[in-house]
């Protein structure tokens, strides 16, 4: 069985000088064939040079600057039967690989069902939950994913089904392709990994959680160094409309997503004589960009299929009271968290 590896990378020689060691090794340690490739996103520091220089078995692969996007041609190009899509803010332990993929190998049923794999993330520090055992809800008229729900201390060890995964996946080649890779809708990017997940859902699939396999995540490293706290909120909040509006047509989402969206739009106009000038009418900022985007995408009689049982499905099981009560293969023994240092020694 061949795995490749896909790193993203957008200006981050830093990131890669620290973290693609890991990988690499991590893919030397797999009784699977193991391919690692790192995805240029037209950076403009030394990245090529480090990857030259540094890491000659690693092949690159140059595209476009177009977020997660940019995996698209090359999962379509490769000749792997999986592959793993990984941020360059990752270090990954050493036996990381060969649970995560897994779930994905298995025939019959399960092999049928399963598309997608997360593995559990700590923090740089080994101590600290990152998350991606994630779970969706409702938060004023907006869907939320998040890894860190009431209860989530309590399961967070148990393998089960996810929701979603952002800065590691592991998935079927045939079947990322089968639903069109990521949407370019959310350039330059937040939200199209949840847009994915939901696609998968809406076709019949299933996302696990492998707590198994274990990584390490620095957290929105690049992102955030070019667009800053407050960019990566509006464009969070620009998405979830986006994502919305794309895939949500169950009259009683549909009547959520009004009535939250009028009351945070009512409170950014209460707020505005008192938020500094840089906060103003966030939402209503936020609200126009996606409108403009969406027209310019969509007319009403070509948006997507939605299976409105199977929507209705995917709030249900992904809910945070809900999602740690799906029936599991197994539970492993408990995972003590290992510090970084150790875990990459």
């Known amino acids: 069985m061949r ?8 200006n981050g020689r830093d990131l890669l000088a620290e973290c693609l060691p890991s990988v690499v090794r991590a893919a030397r340690t797999s009784r699977h064939a193991c391919d ?9 520091d030394d990245s090529l040079a480090l990857l030259q220089q540094s890491f000659p078995t690693v092949t690159v ?12 041609p090359v999962v379509a190009e490769s000749n792997s039967d999986i592959v793993l899509l990984l941020n360059n803010d990752l270090r ?5 690989l060969d649970p995560l993929v897994a779930p994905l190998l298995r025939r019959g049923r399960r092999r049928d069902t399963c598309f997608m794999t997360a593995p559990l993330c700590w923090r740089f520090d080994g101590k600290t939950y990152d998350g991606q055992k994630t779970a969706v809800r409702w938060r004023f008229g907006l869907v939320e ?8 201390e309590r399961t967070y060890r148990r393998p089960g089904v996810t929701a979603s995964a952002g800065a590691a996946l592991a998935v079927d080649r045939q079947k990322f392709l089968e639903l069109g890779g990521f949407d370019p809708l959310y350039l330059p990017g937040r939200l199209e990994d949840l847009d994915f997940a939901y696609r998968g859902f809406q076709a019949g699939y299933e996302a696990r959680y492998v707590p198994d396999s274990v990584m390490y995540h620095l957290g929105a490293a690049t ?14 909040l620009r998405n979830t409309l986006l ?3 794309k895939n949500l047509r169950a009259p009683e989402h549909r009547a959520r997503q009004v009535v939250g969206l009028a009351a945070r739009l009512l409170r950014d106009a209460w707020r505005a004589p008192r938020a500094p000038r840089e906060l103003r009418f966030a939402t209503w900022r936020a609200w126009r960009e996606a409108r403009e985007i969406w027209s310019s995408r969509f007319a009403e009689d070509s948006l997507p299929h939605v299976d409105l049982a199977r929507e209705r499905a995917f709030f249900r099981r992904y809910h945070p009271r809900s999602i740690d009560r799906v029936a599991v293969e197994r539970r492993p023994p408990a995972l003590v968290p290992v510090p970084l240092e150790r875990a990459t020694a």
Do not use: K, M
């Not at 795995?3 to 957008?10: E, F, I, K, R, W």
């Not at 140059?62 to 995996?71: R, T």
């Not at 992102?223 to 969070?236: K, M, T």
């Open 3 to 10: 795995v490749h590896l896909l790193v993203l990378n957008y």
């Open 36 to 44: 690692v490739t790192v995805i240029d996103n037209s950076s403009s």
């Open 61 to 72: 692969s140059c595209q476009p600057n177009l977020g997660l996007v940019s995996f698209n």
């Open 92 to 96: 990954l332990r050493e036996d990381a």
């Open 145 to 152: 994913a998040t890894s860190l729900y009431e209860g989530h």
């Open 223 to 236: 992102f955030s160094s070019v667009y800053g706290s407050q960019g990566c909120d509006r464009l969070a």
């Open 243 to 245: 994502f919305q509006w």
